[in-house]
C-alpha cells in the first residue's frame, strides 16, 4: 500500500498487463525447420544448408563437442531450466535475403512496422539490418557507407564474399572453448552482422540491426564481428523485442570486436526479450594502442541475462568504457556487469553499472578488473548503483579485481538507495501523483545512461521504463 | 519519528494575497505544521479541519492538495538526481495547470514558449544563472542556490497558499533581499497567500506581514500586528516561555 492518503480517484495503472509486443506470425512458410534438439547431425545439416566450406563445418563440430562436454555454469543464474532438446536451433524465412524496402514480403513488413523500423530507417537512413529468425533478411546500405569501403553485411554473407578477412578473425577472441554457450554458439551460428571499416573512416550515423525471434523455442544464435581499422570510428545498435510465447526461448549470441591504434567502436544493446527467454551472450573487443571500445547495454527483458561485455586493453593508452542499465521485475534475473582486462600500459577503463528491482525482480553486477605485469600506469573505476523499489526485490554486486603491478588506480564504488519517502513527498508536492513521482525518479537515475544513446532510441528507452514502471507502485 | 502530538491545537487563518508570519524558537513546531499542511506521510492531523477555499485538505494526499493549490517551499529540500530543474518545473507546472495535456506552442492559456520566458524572467528576478536550469534538481546545490530555487518553484506554480518553511535561514543579505522580493511578487500579483516560517525578524522587515503569530511548544501563544516583530527583536522569545 501506497504510504500517502488514500486517492478517490480511479486508478488508471491496475488494467490488465499486456506485453506491447505480444504478437507472433504464422510460421508455416519456413522453407527448413530442423529437428528440435541438438546433434552432430544438425550441426552438418545447418552447415550443409549453408554451403559452407570445410573449415567452417569441422569449427562447428568441433565447438559441439565442447558444448557437450563443458558442464552448465552454476556459478551465475538458474540455468537449470533450460531444455536443450525442445530448440529448434536453425530457421530460415522462405523469403530470400532482399536489398530494397519494397521487396520485403508484406506479412514480414508488417511485422517489422510494429516494431517500428521503417521510422527508424527514415530518420537514420544509414542502412539498415533486420534479422527476422535467423537469418538478415532485409538489408540496405546506403551508399555512403559502401563509397567510403565500409561492409555491413550478415555475417552469413561474409563467409562467401569475404571468406579470408572472415577466416582472419572469426573465432579469435572468443574460442569456441570460452565458454558454455560460446560453444553453443559457434556450433550452430546463424545470422548477425559483419562489419568492416577501413582506416581513417568515421561513419557519422550509426549502424543498426533489429533482431527479433519469432517462432516458439526458436534460438537465436548470431554471430557479429566488427573490424574497426586505424582511426576509424563506428557507432552500432542492436535494439531487440520478442513477441509473447509461454515456452522459454535461448538467446546465445557472440559479438567479436576488434578496435584498431586510435580507432573507436561504441556497440550498443538494448535488449527487450521476452520474459521468458534466456539470454546468455559472450562479447568482447580487443583494443588496440590508443583505440577505445564502448559498451552501451541496456537490459530490460528476459527471463534470465548473463552479459558481460568486456574489453582486452592490449595497447599502450587503450581505453574501455561500460555503461550497463538493467531493469528487472517479477521473475526477472538481471546477471549483468562487465570484465576489463588491462594488458598495457596507460590503459584505462571504466564501468558504470546502474541498476532498477521492483516487485521481487532480481539484478547482479558481476565484473572483473584485471590489470597484468606490463599494465603499469593504468586506471580502472567501477561504479555500481542500484535502486531498489520495493522490499520484495533484491540486488548483488559480485566484483571481482586481479591486479598485478603496483603503479595502478583502482576504484570501486557501489551504491544502494530505494525511491526515498522525501524523494517522493517533495514531488507529489509539486502536484506529481506517486506514479509519475517514482517515474520521474526513475528517469532521473537512468538519465546519466540514457544520454550516451542516440536520440530516437533515448526516446524509446524513456518510453519503454515508462511501460515498465507503470502499476509498480501503491 | 516517534508518535508524539507536536503542534495544536491552534487556529490560523491566510488570506489570499495576505503575508502572515509565524515565528518562534526552534523545536517549536512550525516546520511540523508545514509538513501535516502538505501531508507527509509521517505527520497527522488527529482533530479539527483544515481547508482551503472549502475543500477539505486532510483526506488528500500531496499531490492532490498541490492541485487545490497549496505549496511548500522546503527548509531542506531533497535531491532528485538527474532530473534537471526545467524539466521538474515543466512537469510541475503541467501536473497542476495542464489537464490531461502538455504545454505546447499553441496552449490558449500559456504557449511553452510563454512558459520559457516566464521561468526565465523569475530567474532573473531571483539572480538564478541560466546555467541553473539544466542542473539536477537540488543536487548539488548551496544552502542558498536552494532556497532560491524554491522560490522559483513558487513563481513558476502561482499557488493560492504557500508556506514559506525558513526560507530565510542561511542566506546571505543579498539572497534574502532577492527571496524577500520574490516572496512579495507571488503576494501582490498573483495574489499568493504566504505563511512565512521563521526566525529572525529579517526577513520579515523586508516582506511586513499584515499579521504576526509567534508559536512556542506547538502552541500559537501570540498573533498581532506588524509591531509583535520589533517587540520580538527587542525582548526575544523567552516572554513567551
Known amino acids: 500500500m501506497s504510504r500517502f492518503a488514500p486517492k478517490h480517484t480511479t486508478r488508471q495503472d491496475l488494467q490488465p498487463q499486456t506485453y506491447e509486443h505480444g504478437y507472433s506470425s504464422p510460421t508455416t512458410n519456413y522453407a527448413f525447420i530442423s529437428q528440435p534438439g541438438l546433434s552432430s547431425k544438425v550441426v552438418e545439416a545447418i552447415s550443409a544448408y549453408k554451403t559452407e566450406p570445410p573449415w567452417l563445418r569441422h569449427s562447428r563440430l568441433a565447438a559441439y563437442k565442447l558444448f557437450t562436454a563443458k558442464p552448465i555454469p552454476t556459478w551465475g543464474g538458474d540455468l537449470s531450466q533450460i531444455d536443450y532438446d525442445a530448440i529448434h536451433y536453425y530457421l530460415k524465412p522462405t523469403a530470400a535475403e532482399t536489398k530494397s524496402w519494397a521487396e520485403v514480403p508484406p506479412e514480414i513488413k508488417i511485422t517489422f512496422d510494429r516494431l517500428g523500423i521503417p521510422q527508424a530507417e527514415r530518420a537514420v537512413l544509414a542502412g539498415v539490418k533486420a534479422q527476422y529468425d535467423s537469418e538478415v533478411i532485409y538489408g540496405s546500405i546506403k551508399k555512403m557507407l559502401s563509397d567510403q569501403g565500409v561492409i555491413f553485411i550478415s555475417t552469413d554473407e561474409a563467409v562467401k564474399k569475404y571468406p579470408d578477412l572472415f577466416k582472419q578473425y572469426f573465432g579469435t577472441l572468443i574460442p569456441a572453448g570460452d565458454n558454455k554457450f560460446a560453444a553453443l554458439n559457434t556450433a550452430v551460428w546463424s545470422g548477425g552482422s559483419f562489419v568492416y571499416v577501413p ?276 | 519519528m516517534a508518535d508524539r502530538s507536536v503542534v495544536g491545537p491552534l487556529d490560523l487563518n491566510l488570506k489570499a494575497g495576505a503575508i502572515h508570519a509565524l515565528m518562534g524558537p526552534n523545536g517549536s513546531g512550525k516546520s511540523s505544521l508545514a509538513y501535516a499542511l502538505m501531508g507527509h506521510p509521517d505527520y497527522h492531523v488527529t482533530a479539527g479541519t483544515t481547508t482551503l477555499n472549502g475543500d477539505s485538505l486532510l483526506d488528500k494526499s500531496p499531490d492532490e492538495r498541490a492541485h487545490l493549490g497549496l505549496f511548500l517551499a522546503f527548509q531542506h529540500p531533497v535531491a532528485i538526481p538527474g532530473v534537471s530543474v526545467q524539466n521538474a518545473l515543466k512537469t510541475a507546472y503541467e501536473a497542476i495547470h495542464c489537464t490531461g495535456c502538455h504545454l505546447h506552442d499553441h496552449c490558449p492559456k500559456l504557449s511553452v514558449t510563454e512558459f520559457r520566458q516566464q521561468l526565465q524572467h523569475h530567474a532573473q528576478i531571483l539572480a538564478i544563472h541560466p546555467s541553473f536550469m539544466t542542473r539536477a534538481l537540488h543536487d548539488g546545490f548551496s544552502g542558498g542556490e536552494k532556497k532560491r530555487l524554491e522560490m522559483l518553484t513558487l513563481l513558476t506554480l502561482k499557488p493560492k497558499i504557500a508556506i514559506l518553511d525558513e526560507t530565510d535561514s542561511g542566506l546571505d543579505i543579498d539572497a534574502l533581499k532577492l527571496v524577500a522580493h520574490a516572496a512579495k511578487l507571488a503576494a501582490r500579483q498573483d495574489q499568493v497567500g504566504l505563511l512565512v516560517i521563521t526566525h529572525y525578524p529579517r526577513l520579515l522587515q523586508h516582506l511586513r506581514p499584515t499579521q504576526v503569530s509567534v508559536m512556542v511548544k506547538g502552541q500559537i501563544v501570540a498573533t498581532d500586528g506588524p509591531k509583535l516583530i520589533s517587540r520580538l527583536d527587542q525582548s526575544g522569545y523567552r516572554q513567551f516561555l
Open chain 1, 199 to 474: 582506416a581513417g573512416v568515421t561513419v557519422t550515423l550509426p549502424l543498426q540491426a533489429y533482431f527479433r525471434i519469432n517462432a516458439p523455442q526458436a534460438g537465436q544464435f548470431e554471430r557479429t564481428l566488427i573490424i574497426a581499422e586505424a582511426g576509424s570510428q563506428v557507432h552500432y545498435v542492436e535494439g531487440c523485442t520478442a513477441p509473447a510465447f509461454s515456452s522459454a526461448s535461448l538467446h546465445s549470441a557472440v559479438v567479436e570486436i576488434f578496435v584498431g591504434p586510435g580507432a573507436r567502436v561504441q556497440y550498443t544493446t538494448i535488449q527487450n526479450w521476452y520474459k521468458t527467454v534466456y539470454n546468455l551472450v559472450t562479447k568482447r573487443a580487443r583494443v588496440e594502442t590508443e583505440g577505445e571500445m564502448i559498451w552501451t547495454d541496456f537490459n530490460m527483458g528476459s527471463k534470465l541475462s548473463m552479459k558481460y561485455p568486456g574489453y582486452i586493453l592490449a595497447g599502450k593508452g587503450a581505453r574501455g568504457e561500460t555503461l550497463s542499465l538493467a531493469l528487472a521485475g517479477p521473475d526477472q534475473h538481471q546477471d549483468t556487469g562487465s570484465k576489463a582486462v588491462h594488458l598495457a600500459p596507460y590503459t584505462t577503463s571504466t564501468i558504470i553499472s546502474k541498476s532498477i528491482s521492483k516487485g521481487g525482480g532480481r539484478t547482479s553486477y558481476r565484473g572483473l578488473v584485471n590489470i597484468g605485469p606490463q599494465a603499469h600506469h593504468s586506471k580502472s573505476k567501477v561504479v555500481c548503483d542500484a535502486l531498489l523499489l520495493d522490499e520484495l526485490s533484491r540486488s548483488d554486486t559480485y566484483p571481482t579485481n586481479r591486479i598485478f603491478n603496483h603503479q595502478v588506480s583502482l576504484e570501486h564504488e557501489a551504491t544502494v538507495s530505494k525511491i526515498g519517502a522525501e524523494q517522493l513527498f517533495y514531488l507529489m508536492s509539486r502536484g506529481l501523483t506517486e506514479e509519475a513521482a517514482s517515474k520521474l525518479i526513475v528517469s532521473g537515475f537512468v538519465a546519466p545512461l540514457v544520454k550516451k544513446l542516440p536520440l530516437e532510441y533515448a526516446v524509446e528507452m524513456n518510453r519503454l521504463i515508462d511501460l515498465e514502471m507503470e502499476g509498480s507502485i501503491g
